[in-house]
């Protein structure tokens, strides 16, 4: 049977983290390997010849599911018809600029895509922002897009769930594969919590087969939080293949469900559980069925993780004031 191949755009496609996404994609990777795809790369106009360098070599590869590439920096051409949106390009800060500089940056990327998705893109769409601050840059996205259902925005936190899941497996000496129920909460960005208190290895508690808080304080939450700054730090760089690899996971989850007896982590509009204030685009535990993501309900948060989540929360509601502000929501 011939499937109608499904249309992904994906903005700074000529960065680092589209060089290690679109081959990717293209392979079958991200949304299952019988699955046609078309891919859209939008990218600011300086950088479109470095675009068609990459498309050039996504010809040379003649992925038998990649149907078509167009490259443009037009957002309106680039989210037409669009089934599947990776948000990436985003004003990475520079020497001397604030956060609200930054913030004000991005709403002038975040604000028009947004409006192109709602305008243009197709009645399925689903986004997932990757370029940061990831949380915040999708909110004003979702609010530039009110014909579009709250919950097709996401933000990506599934590189911090990936990141977690190997330093327990580390901690705990098994393979990553073991570990189940692990989350993240909160926000992209060094007050995100990663929770093992409901998190099993090889079906045990985690936190009772760790059995030390002192590790998880002061070594694997502040590890998995600050993993970033140690990347850059270690390659001069962010990180990208491994961004990559999690927006390959978040979408592929995203539309092919999440494991029975287990969830993931993404960051996607409170309904308000878990005290988190309503619309706030905020890290949640997620099941996924029928391409339908659900809050994982009924947990219970102690002490340790409450003040932790209430940080993080924090940070995303000063943030959503501070784009309030400025007028991008
Ligand atoms: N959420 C996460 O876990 C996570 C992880 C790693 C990196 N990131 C973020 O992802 C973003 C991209 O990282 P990278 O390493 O690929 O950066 P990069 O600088 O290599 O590439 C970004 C690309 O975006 C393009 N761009 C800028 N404005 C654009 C616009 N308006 N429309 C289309 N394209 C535009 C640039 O021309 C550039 O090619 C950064 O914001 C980074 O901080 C997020
Ligand atoms: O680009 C960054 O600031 C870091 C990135 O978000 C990461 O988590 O690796």
């Known amino acids: 049977?011939?499937?109608?191949?499904?249309?992904?755009?994906?903005?700074?496609?000529?960065?680092?983290?589209?060089?290690?996404?679109?081959?990717?994609?293209?392979?079958?990777?991200?949304?299952?390997?019988?699955?046609?795809v078309k891919l859209r790369l939008l990218e600011i106009t300086p950088a479109l010849k470095a675009a068609e360098g990459t498309a050039m070599e996504l010809d040379d590869?003649?992925?038998?599911?990649?149907?078509?590439?167009?490259?443009?920096?037009?957002?309106?051409?680039?989210?037409?018809?669009?089934?599947?949106?990776?948000?990436?390009?985003?004003?990475?800060?520079?020497?001397?600029?604030?956060?609200?500089?930054?913030?004000?940056?991005?709403?002038?990327?975040?604000?028009?895509?947004?409006?192109?998705?709602?305008?243009?893109?197709?009645?399925?769409?689903r986004v997932l922002v990757v370029g940061n601050p990831a949380n915040t840059n999708a909110l004003i996205a979702q609010a530039a897009a009110p014909d579009v259902p709250a919950e097709r925005f996401t933000a990506m936190t599934r590189l911090d769930h990936n990141r977690a899941l190997t330093q327990l497996a580390k901690k705990t000496g098994v393979q990553v594969s073991e570990i189940k129920k692990l989350t993240i909460?909160?926000?992209?960005?060094?007050?995100?919590?990663?929770?093992?208190?409901?998190?099993?290895?090889?079906?045990?508690?985690?936190?009772?087969?760790?059995?030390?808080?002192?590790w998880l304080a002061e070594d694997f939450i502040p590890t998995v939080a600050k993993r970033g700054a140690a990347i850059i730090e270690a390659r001069g760089a962010s990180s990208a293949a491994s961004a990559a690899n999690a927006a390959i996971d978040h979408v592929y989850t995203w539309t092919n469900g999440t494991a029975e007896g287990d969830w993931v982590s993404m960051g996607i509009p409170s309904d308000g559980s878990y005290g988190v204030p309503e619309?706030?685009?905020?890290?949640?535990?997620?099941?996924v069925k029928d391409g339908k993501y659900?809050?994982?309900?009924?947990?219970?948060?102690?002490?340790?993780?409450?003040?932790?989540?209430d940080a993080s929360v924090k940070e995303l509601e000063e943030e959503r004031e501070a784009v309030r502000a400025l007028g991008l929501i």
Not at 4 to 26: C, D, E, K, S, W
């Open 185 to 214: 909460w909160g926000n992209h960005s060094a007050t995100q919590y990663p929770d093992i208190f409901h998190a099993t290895v090889a079906g045990k508690n985690a936190a009772e087969v760790v059995n030390d808080e002192q």
């Open 61 to 125: 590869c003649a992925f038998p599911l990649l149907q078509g590439i167009d490259i443009t920096d037009d957002p309106n051409v680039a989210f037409d018809g669009a089934n599947v949106g990776l948000l990436v390009g985003a004003r990475p800060r520079t020497k001397g600029m604030e956060r609200g500089d930054l913030l004000e940056a991005n709403g002038g990327i975040f604000k028009p895509q947004g409006k192109a998705i709602n305008d243009h893109a197709a009645d399925d769409i």
């Open 1 to 36: 049977m011939t499937r109608t191949p499904v249309n992904v755009t994906v903005t700074g496609a000529a960065g680092q983290i589209g060089y290690a996404l679109l081959f990717r994609i293209a392979s079958g990777q991200l949304l299952g390997a019988d699955v046609p």
């Open 279 to 287: 619309g706030l685009i905020s890290s949640f535990p997620v099941t």
């Open 294 to 309: 659900e809050i994982v309900q009924g947990l219970e948060i102690n002490d340790f993780s409450r003040a932790r989540i």
